[in-house]
């Protein structure tokens, strides 16, 4: 986990934590604005911005999943990096799906934040959503691209979805606030706690919010009755991942989605639907978690299982209002 710090890479290999063992995520640190005013400093215009993303993170997978599901593939460009992160962070390769850095051929991500900001020092992360006419990063924050992608290229969108309407706003935030602190970021505070009692925390935290989940959507198919959201497009990543990577890698073992029939369920009618399976890349997913985190998995061996049927029929009786 290094950072550019003025202008060096730093890759310390330390996981940043509270007093108490407690793993502390960092802010994003740039966050601009692309908007539909064509006088702005970033107006939505096609094929002006490039999206930087790892099909292993959760948070960058959020991106491609607002920008399928709009109909943007056409509109936004994406280039991939290499599953490994090594000490020198994320970098670009042409293997296994990951692309070359499209706009200089920059070997390693944190290349583009300097391009951006030569003088830039802080967490280089995934995602990046990138200007090619001004040649800067506009915003590396997923929760504030999705709502960027959701609204400002409307005119763009091939599928008029608004996945943050205004009606359903205070409860979309709402359950967000919980999902993010408890589950998305939950997971990754169960595997990178420092101590034990940081650990049973984190896990008792993510445990009580996946069972209200489960019970929120018994008769409902999504989060937000009958209507799919950010709110599910925020949790989707963090439960295709579980069974695969978090339950044993970051041990959060106390059940398995699979064994939540209602989430099981939810799970698998999110994937099928059209444009989700695209994105989700299970060799990038398990080769970055289990061989990037060394201090978790110093081996680095790859665990084959577990066998997960995502395209299986799923139990539409739930579907009711």
């Known amino acids: 986990m290094g950072q550019l710090v003025e ?33 702005s400093n970033f107006p939505a215009e096609p094929g002006r911005y490039l999206l930087y993303v790892s099909y292993a993170c959760p948070w960058a997978h959020r991106t491609l999943l607002v920008r399928a599901l709009k109909g943007l593939t056409h509109a936004i460009d994406v280039a991939v990096v290499d599953w490994h992160m090594t ?4 970098h670009f390769s042409d293997r296994d799906g990951a692309t070359p850095d499209p706009v200089a051929a920059r070997p390693f991500l944190r290349d583009v934040y300097t391009a951006s900001n030569p003088t830039y020092s802080g967490r280089v992360t995934v995602p990046v959503l990138w200007d090619k006419k001004s040649a800067q990063i506009v915003s590396n924050e997923s929760a504030e691209i ?6 400002a290229f409307d005119e763009e969108a091939q599928n008029p979805i608004d996945l943050y309407p205004s009606d359903l706003r205070p409860e979309i935030d709402q359950i967000n606030d919980r999902i993010y602190a408890t589950v998305n970021n939950g997971v990754y505070k169960c595997g990178f706690a420092g101590t034990q009692a940081a650990y049973e925390a984190a896990f008792e935290a993510l445990f009580e919010t996946l069972d209200l989940l ?20 925020r949790l989707f990543p963090t439960l295709v991942r579980f069974d695969a990577v978090y339950v ?17 369920n939810y799970l698998r009618d999110l994937y099928q639907h059209p444009g989700i399976a695209e994105t989700v890349d299970f060799h990038h997913i398990k080769q970055h978690y289990f061989r990037s985190h060394g201090s978790i998995n110093p081996l680095g061996i790859v665990p084959k ?10 139990d539409r009786e739930r579907f009711t209002a």
């Open 305 to 314: 299982g577990p066998d997960l049927d995502f395209a299986a029929p799923h």
């Open 87 to 90: 000490e020198d962070g994320w």
């Open 146 to 151: 999705i709502r960027m992608l959701n609204s």
């Open 7 to 39: 202008g060096k890479w730093t890759a310390d290999g330390q996981v940043p934590r509270g007093k108490s063992g407690e793993f502390v995520r960092g802010d994003s640190g740039i966050r601009n604005w692309i908007t539909a005013d064509a006088g």
């Open 214 to 233: 489960e019970d929120r959507l018994d008769g409902h198919r999504y989060l937000i009755g009958n209507r799919l959201t950010e709110a599910d497009i």
């Open 248 to 264: 044993n890698h970051f041990k959060c073992n106390r059940q398995r989605i699979v064994d939540y029939p209602n989430l099981w």
